[in-house]
Structures are given as C-alpha cells and as structure tokens.
C-alpha cells in the first residue's frame, strides 16, 4: 500500500494553564494509505511547532518536510516503517523539531501496517509475547500536604497499586517542606504501594541537594527519584548515583524523559548512571526509536519505563515498544482528569484488568480507537499560508 495523506489535527482545551500538565493539548497525526487504512499517532510537543515541520516550505536540501518525505512512499512490512522514519529524517536533517514531530507519523505508520498485515505493533517489532504491566498512577503534587495526600486517597480509592507524584512544589521550599509533601502522599496511598517521586529538574545541577531528597525519601519506601537534575548534567546525575549506591540509599533515579532522539538517550543511559530510563514514545521520534532504546536498555540492565503524559493514544503506542520485555514491568499511566485525553481514544483505551494490571492489545495495530467527536470538539482551526498560497487548513477529522 502506499501513503496517500497525512492528516494533522491540532486538538486543545479551551483555557491552558503553566501547570506542568502535558494533557492541555495535543497534535494528532493521521496516517491514510491507498487501500482505504488509516492508522493515528500522537505528539508531545507544541502541537503547532510541529504542524509546521510537516508542511513548511523547504528551505534547502536538509529542510524538506514529514509529508513530502512520506508521501507517495510504500509501506507493507516494518522494514518498510524504519525506512520511512529514516527518510523523514534525512528530509528533516536540519529541522530542530524533527524528532518530536515525526514520532506522530511513525507510531501512525505502525499503526496502519499492523492493521494491514493484522497483527498488533508489539509483534511486528519484533517482541515474541505481550506481558502484563503494573500502571502507575501519574500526577502532580497538590499545592501542599493536604492537597496532595488527597490526591493520593482517591489513586487509593480508584485501586492504583502505584503512584507517581510529581512537579508542584517540591524543591521550592526547605528539606522539611519535600519530605512533608511526600509524606502526605505515602499516607494517602497506604503502605503497600509503590511510589515514585518526579522532582521535575528542580534541583539543576545540584547534587547535595538532590542527595539530601533522595536519602529522605528512601526511608519513604518511594522506588525512584526522577529527573532530580536537568537532563543534561549527565556528570551529575553520575556523581548522584554513585553516592547513592556507596552509601546504600534505596532509592533508584529516574530520568530520560527529556531525552529527544536516539543518542541523547543512549548517553544518559552509558554516562548518568541511571537505574530507570524513561522514554517518551512522542518525544523520540515514535516507536521505531524508542524500541532501539528499550533493546539498549535491555542490554545495559536499566530498567525501560514509558514517559507518557498524553492521552491513551500515546499509552497504547508507548506499551508496545516494551511489551515483550518481562522486567520491564510498570507503565506511567496518566490519571489526570484531562477531558482532551479521556476522551481521545473510544471507549478510553487502555484498560486495566481486575487485577489493576494493562497489557499491550493483541489487536492489528495499536488496539485502540480514536474518538473522531473528541478531536471535533476541541480541534483548534490552524490555516497556514504564505503570500496567498495556503500550505495548511485544518479539516474536520
Ligand atoms: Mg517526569
């Protein structure tokens, strides 16, 4: 079959606020092929920076854009796929938004080969089986302590067995204000659950201060501290680690997140001493790219977890890159209150069973439906033009 369009769709809540919640809006991307096939792909990025990259004008041999690459181009088998990933990069060399923007078209594409050939993506990149993973309830710090240990009785209530809390305002007080706030969250959620602390960078380079957190919140059973620096104080997040381990602190650190192609991965994975690296599927560059992340992962022995703060579009996409690596067992699941990302896929997307465990669908394609109403409702109308000749209007879904 061939690729005949790509459809963008830039969907967005009526108000966005500056909480670091990545569900306020979204660009979706719709792969259509020439025997009547469509497969869907998500982006985490400024929908509209992205938009761009797959329409804008060239500007030399290096900037052409996704759909040029992609169009009229044959795709039947997943070597098929990682060629066209490949292409869109060699089109896109200079475009800085690239990788984030062509994730969308490239989990569309497995989508749409797998509902060709009728298998789900899981298999057709190469995994032999799909298992089970624990979900963890993903979302922010309350305000304060009280806010935020209610936040984590109704996680408790709606029967997560894990939870990550995140971002607010850990690390913009004292030692006694972080360990109050993860307190609160541990009391809320109960002993038995897992817990995951996202510092959200906050810390910079520092690493007294991220080490300071990391020995407190041990004694909190949390399982990892995440991104206690920024992505690129890769020496730090070393110096970090190694003084963790020397001294016994039980307590992982997390990061990876920011990581936005192939090799900014692979260095904080060799270079940062990480025991968790977490990838977003929709940051990457799609699933092609962050399967050869989960492999290395896999090699190094540091545990793959996804990075998904989007809707369950980007949940499905992100559980077949690893769903045939049994030890990587937990999965960040989105457990805001985002109608944008509830809504997206129809019903809701990716269950959990009454275990309270998900697993990637056995489904051609990703197994799971997009909510054409959703995307009508909060689609944003974007028309791009210049001198009078219009590169992009958007369309209804
Ligand atoms: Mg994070």
Redesign the pocket.
């Known amino acids: 079959m061939k690729i005949e369009a790509i459809d963008l769709f830039y969907v967005a809540l009526p108000d966005i606020t500056r909480t670091a919640d990545g569900t306020q809006d979204s660009l979706v991307v719709r792969v259509r092929t020439d025997n009547g096939l469509e497969g869907w792909g998500e982006c985490d990025a400024s929908p509209l920076v992205s938009m761009t990259a797959y329409v804008m004008p060239m500007s030399h041999s290096n900037i052409i854009n996704i759909r040029e690459a992609l169009i009229g181009e044959t795709i039947d088998s997943p070597e098929d796929v990682v060629r066209l990933r490949a292409r869109a990069g060699e089109f896109g060399l200079d475009i800085q938004q690239l990788d984030h923007a062509v994730a969308g078209a490239d989990i569309a594409m497995w989508d749409v080969l797998g509902k060709h050939v009728g298998e789900p993506v899981w298999r057709l990149i190469g995994h032999k089986a799909s298992y089970k993973k624990l979900p963890y309830a993903?979302v922010l710090f309350g305000d304060n302590p009280a806010e935020t240990r209610a936040i984590a009785t109704s996680i408790a209530e709606r029967k997560f067995r894990a939870a990550?809390f995140?971002?607010g305002p850990m690390g913009r007080g004292s030692l006694g204000d972080d360990i109050a706030l993860v307190q609160a969250a541990r009391d809320g959620l109960g002993q038995d659950a897992k817990l995951m602390v996202?510092a959200?960078i906050i810390w910079g380079d520092d690493v007294d201060a991220a080490y300071e957190r990391a020995v407190a919140f041990a004694d909190l059973g949390v399982v990892w501290l995440?991104?206690p620096l920024r992505t690129e104080e890769v020496g730090a997040y070393k110096a970090l680690s190694d003084r963790v381990r020397a001294d016994g602190v039980q307590i992982g650190i997390?990061g990876g997140?920011g990581a936005d192609f192939y090799r900014s991965a692979d260095d904080m994975m060799t270079n940062a001493g990480l025991d968790f690296v977490?990838i977003d599927v929709g940051r990457i560059g799609g699933i092609t790219e962050a399967k050869r992340v989960a492999d290395r992962a896999h090699e190094l022995g540091i545990q793959y977890v996804n990075?998904t703060?989007k809707s369950h579009l980007s949940v499905a996409a992100s559980i077949h890159v690893f769903a045939g690596i049994e030890e990587f067992d937990l999965i960040e699941y989105p457990a805001g209150d985002s109608p944008l990302v509830l809504g997206l896929t129809a019903p809701t997307g990716i269950f959990r069973d009454s275990e309270g465990f998900v697993q990637a669908s056995d489904k051609p394609g990703l197994g799971v439906e997009v909510n054409l109403g959703a995307i009508h409702e909060y689609q944003r109308h974007v028309k791009i033009e210049i001198d009078g000749e219009v590169l992009f209007e958007s369309a209804q879904p």
């Open positions: 993903s990550k995140g971002w996202d959200g995440e991104e997390a997140e977490q990075h703060f």
